[in-house]
């Protein structure tokens, strides 16, 4: 039998742990909520429907819609070539995938605005031809591409490797093709992964506030996403407005932490289902 | 653990492999490459001059300084949180637990302004703590509090599982052979954690350095004083300052990839350590 600390030491550490969280975790959060009803409800629902939130909720929206096929389509990709395949450079392969964790935020930006910007490598080819990447959506698009890459790969890959590739063989020796085989045998093995790393990527996409920043210039209606109009808000002393577009945000985060729960309850229950 | 998948028996390969290698380096590695090109074109003492001035140096002393002392309350207040969720069962547990990866889903500008609403001077927080002379928002003590609250995931994360894979068996002898509780957590328990303790303040070091919108609200961002380095960055930028931006952007990018093998190491260490007691 393991002999558990004395009662009084577990009371104090789960107090602990509660008395924590809740100064560092609750509280910000109930604060957000406080502030933005700080005005009432009227107010709160009139700085949520205002002409330059919506454009702002749009844009996020928006860019979430295109940042997530692409993140799906490429998390994919490297999980079949990574988890199903063995080969030289494998390990180098998957550490650079993770690389973007690794970059600050504002770095992020920053590369683009070097590659784009008006004095970047690019800038002057770009601007003989009209296009605008910096201060425009396509620069929104690549930051949040940039920073969200990793998510859907990085759960994808070690699910792909521990499965093998055993009932794939099966699959294709029965006469399936690639993609039979894929949709069939694969897909349903790996989906709760994949929906997982969509969740946290687009939580990321949508909240992403350093790397778009930098790109985006703050063009109120144009390239103004849900983050950025929380900064502007702030910045101009309207706190509950602020708080109110900020409680949107918050919402849209309690909701990943919920699905996050849920998804990870099935992935546990999947592996345990395997015969071990 | 897992049967090795034998090579190329499936069909794929190349067209998965071609397009995760194409989109890779589009999207993350040549954007790095010119941030390197950027600061090589500078010559050493271009570099040298942007990366290194005073205000510059003022900013990386807050960052590390407020990073290094956010992992470590992290790592000590952390670990304590990961033991009381891996081993006791207590209402509002499953609460608790979702409750840490809030850091993760909230986007930082909305926890910036909620941490700064709770410890500006006549928030809820700073009211009760100006009374006793104790400053939050607009000081150094601010970047910490946001750094703490950004960093703390990673530690219990990185611990959990740790504590959970901990052998029963190993502490049942220790107790068998007469270790009191206090020597079992000393001579068993801690030397086995540590390097997940390591792991998680590493982690929370690494992203306290890039954090940027969590820490610009409660900072107040007073030049040489409350300026952090990801800040600088920015306003180098917005004044059109590329040499200055790439200098401290490239600077801090090569701590982050330093910390980043030193976390590689770690986990290496961790898995060589647990590996005689895996199933």
């Known amino acids: 039998m393991r002999r558990d600390e004395p009662a009084w030491v577990r009371w104090a550490l789960i107090l602990f742990a509660w008395v924590f969280c809740g100064l ?24 949520v429907t205002e002409p330059d939130a919506l454009a702002a909720l749009r844009l996020t929206a928006l860019t979430a819609a295109v940042v997530l096929p692409l993140n799906l389509a490429f998390g994919l990709a490297a999980a079949w070539c990574l988890g199903k395949f063995r080969f030289r450079g494998r390990a180098l392969l998957t550490t650079l995938i993770d690389l973007p964790f690794a970059v600050s935020p504002i770095t992020a930006g920053l590369i683009f605005v070097l590659l ?12 003989e031809r009209e ?11 690549l930051a949040s591409l940039f920073v969200t890459c990793p998510f859907v790969a990085r759960e994808v ?28 045998v694969t897909w349903p093995n790996v989906r709760w992964a994949v929906l997982y790393g969509a969740i946290l990527s687009n939580a990321r996409c949508m909240g992403e506030f350093g790397a778009v920043s930098v790109v985006s210039g703050h063009i109120r209606g144009l390239t103004n996403t849900l983050p950025l109009h929380v900064e502007i808000l702030y910045n101009e002393y309207q706190f509950s407005a602020a708080f109110a577009v900020a409680s949107l945000l918050s919402l849209l985060a309690l909701l990943t932490l919920l699905l996050k729960k849920l998804l990870e309850w099935r992935l546990t229950r999947q592996r345990q289902g395997e015969p071990a | ?31 790095l490459a010119a941030l390197a090109a950027k600061a090589a074109s500078l010559g050493w003492r271009d570099f040298l001059a942007a990366a290194a001035e005073p205000r510059v140096l003022a900013a990386y002393r807050l960052t590390f300084g407020a990073a290094l002392a956010a992992a470590g309350v992290n790592a ?41 609403a709770l410890y500006a001077p006549n928030g809820w927080l700073g009211q009760q703590l100006a009374p006793l002379g104790v400053r939050v928002a607009y000081t150094p003590l601010g970047v910490v509090v946001a750094l703490i609250f950004i960093g703390l995931p990673f530690v219990v994360r ?16 220790a107790a068998m052979l007469g270790a009191t509780r206090w020597q079992t957590l000393r001579r068993v328990i801690l030397p086995a954690v540590l390097p997940a303790v390591l792991t998680g303040f590493a982690l929370s070091f690494a992203r306290a350095l890039g954090e940027y919108g969590s820490v610009v609200f409660i900072s107040g961002n007073l030049p040489l004083r409350t300026e952090i380095a990801s800040l600088l960055i920015l306003t180098k930028l917005e004044q059109y300052d590329y040499a200055g931006a790439t200098a401290i952007a490239t600077t801090m990018l090569a701590a982050s990839f330093v910390l980043l093998l030193l976390i590689n190491g770690l986990q290496a260490w961790a898995v060589r350590r647990g590996g005689g007691e895996q199933r």
């Open chain 1, 116 to 127: 784009f910007g008006l004095h970047g490598w690019l800038g002057p080819w770009l601007a």
């Open chain 1, 24 to 47: 560092f975790l609750v509280l910000p959060l109930a604060a957000v909520f406080g502030e933005a009803l700080r005005d009432g409800w009227q107010a709160y629902l009139a700085s």
């Open chain 2, 76 to 116: 000590v207040c952390g670990t304590l949180v990961a033991w009381a969720l891996a081993r006791y069962r207590f209402a509002g547990r499953a609460l608790l637990d979702a409750l840490i990866d809030l850091p993760f889903a909230l986007p930082t500008a909305v926890s910036g302004i909620a941490l700064t």
């Open chain 2, 158 to 173: 990185t611990l959990q599982p740790a504590i959970e894979e901990l052998p029963a068996e190993v502490e049942e002898a």
């Open chain 1, 131 to 141: 296009w605008r990447v910096i201060f425009a959506l396509p620069g929104i698009w």
């Open chain 1, 157 to 184: 890959i070690p699910l792909m490797q521990e499965q093998g590739c055993d009932e794939e063989l099966a699959a294709l020796t029965l006469g399936a093709n690639g993609w039979q085989t894929f949709w069939r």
């Open chain 2, 1 to 31: 653990m897992s049967r090795q998948p034998r090579t190329r028996q499936l069909p794929g390969f190349g067209l998965t492999l071609g397009s995760t290698l194409l989109y890779l380096s589009l999207l993350v590695l040549l954007p």
